[in-house]
């Protein structure tokens, strides 16, 4: 799709001169990796020229042109290049060190390993995702940022057949990216996203499956369309009488989400942080009650 029909669809979300501009002039983000040093630390010790952000005492914004992975404290470990929405995300989830935590859909991880930071590389952290190559991105980002508490395994996660496993589940779904810019709305048209958004509540509903009772689920994409957001939250709280919506208590600039379930979900556009779009809304798997037969069977039953 071209730039003018892009706009005239995204413009049923927010004003989208404003957005599209806003993600051209976007920041560089990146975080300290506490695996390996302090933010302290890292502060006195860089000779980067960057701010702390307001929102996360270990989110940093670049303000010189190059590129973080060229860099020293990059390939020390000591950062990560990440967008902030990005970074949010594992912060709205909030696993502890006490966690056994699974990341269904993970490479190359960069969520992961700030879920590793969240836990104090303690607890247990399962990566997923579902080819070998992508196990491989995932496993250098494992190895540069020091995760020690983690296993990795390649399912396909629509069919994961883990039953009540998880105290918190990270579903960053595969999406048509369309928060990340023009190279994926130019490829792109709305049957994509009612296709994918067949394979979300495939997935969302496998990953609900795998959560404890009393346990929460973050679902997250960075694109806009409601059939690959709300429409998949929707799905799972209108079929699974044990989940339930969970707020996000992030305090940062958002709109809200679309729809029936959309006040709880958070639409993150480019103009708010000055980085990528994201989505993300939180479910919770009410505690007790009597155990259902496989939430994965009524996937996409709620259309
Ligand atoms: C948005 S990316 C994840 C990014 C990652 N969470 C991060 O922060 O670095 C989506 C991932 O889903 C994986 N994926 C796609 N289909 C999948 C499936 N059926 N099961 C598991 N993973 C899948 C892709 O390989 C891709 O790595």
């Keep these: 799709m071209d730039e003018k029909g892009f706009g005239d669809w995204l413009s049923q979300y927010t004003d989208a001169g404003i957005c599209m501009e806003a993600f051209r002039s976007q920041k560089q983000f990146f975080r300290v990796n506490t695996l390996k040093t302090s933010v302290a630390a890292f502060q006195a010790a860089t000779k980067l020229k960057c701010k702390q952000t307001p929102y996360y005492d270990a989110a940093f914004e670049l303000d010189e042109e190059l590129q973080i992975g060229k860099t020293w404290e990059y390939f020390l470990g000591l950062i990560h290049p990440q967008s902030l929405p990005s970074i949010l995300v594992s912060l709205a989830l909030a696993p502890g060190p006490h966690d056994v935590v699974l990341d269904a859909a993970s490479a ?3 969520k992961f390993s700030h879920m590793a930071m969240l836990m104090q590389n303690r607890g247990v952290l399962v990566g997923n995702d579902l080819k070998e190559e992508k196990i491989s991105a995932l496993y250098s980002t494992i190895n540069r940022l020091n995760v020690l508490n983690c296993i990795t395994t390649m399912k396909d996660a629509a069919r994961l057949g883990w039953k009540e496993r998880f105290t918190r589940i990270l579903l960053d779904a595969p999406c048509t990216a369309l928060g990340s810019g023009p190279a994926a709305y130019l490829r792109w048209n709305p049957d994509h996203s009612k296709k994918i958004s067949y394979t979300q509540k495939r997935l969302i509903f496998s990953a ?3 959560l404890k009772p009393g346990g929460e689920l973050v679902y997250s994409t960075c ?4 059939e690959e957001n709300e429409d998949v939250v929707a799905d799972l709280l209108r079929n699974v009488p044990r989940a339930e919506q969970a707020e996000i208590t992030l305090d940062v600039p958002h709109d809200k989400g679309q729809g029936e379930y959309g006040e709880k979900c958070y639409r993150i556009y480019p103009q708010h942080l000055a980085s990528e779009g994201f989505f993300m809304a939180k479910i919770r ?3 007790g009650g009597k155990e259902e037969p ?9 259309g």
């Design 223 to 226: 694109t806009y369309a409601k």
């Design 285 to 287: 798997k009410k505690a």
């Design 208 to 210: 609900f499956d795998a």
């Design 108 to 110: 190359p991880g960069s």
């Design 294 to 302: 496989d939430s994965a069977e009524k996937a996409g039953g709620g």
